[in-house]
């Protein structure tokens, strides 16, 4: 069965830090993109990274450089987000999502296909 499942996500104060992780099952992760993306309540999925998983090239919206770093574990079949620096405007749901081949980026949802559950991220104080 193809599947994604993320997790990782939680509650944590401004600055602070998490990292989410996708656990990948049913498919070679060579063979595709896994992105991660996120969402709130009345706006559009947007999306956050991307990574190449045969070539470990990755991709990050703007808002994102230098505060999240996005990697993969191929032996574990995982992909990691990690978050630093988080701000209240990072609260959201977060998926990751596979593309195949080298489509998935720049990461948009259409090119997407197969999706994890999401995971909350909350950030408070």
């Known amino acids: 069965q193809v599947q994604l499942v993320d997790s990782g996500g939680g509650l944590v104060q401004p600055g602070g830090s998490l990292r989410l992780s996708c656990a990948a099952s049913?498919?070679?992760?060579?063979?595709?993109?896994i992105g991660w993306f996120r969402q709130v309540p009345g706006k559009e999925r947007e999306g956050v990274s991307a990574?190449?998983?045969?070539?470990?090239?990755?991709y990050y919206a703007n808002s994102f450089k230098g505060r999240f770093t996005i990697s993969s574990d191929k032996n574990k079949n995982m992909v990691y987000l990690q978050m630093n620096d988080l701000k209240p405007d990072d609260t959201a749901v977060y998926y990751c999502?596979?593309?195949?081949?080298?489509?998935?980026?720049?990461?948009?949802?259409?090119?997407?296909?197969?999706w994890g559950q999401g995971t909350q991220v909350t950030v408070s104080s």
């Open positions: 049913g498919f070679t992760l060579d063979y595709y993109v």
């Open positions: 990574i190449v998983i045969s070539d470990g090239h990755t």
């Open positions: 999502a596979r593309a195949p081949g080298r489509i998935g980026i720049p990461p948009k949802v259409a090119l997407y296909d197969v």
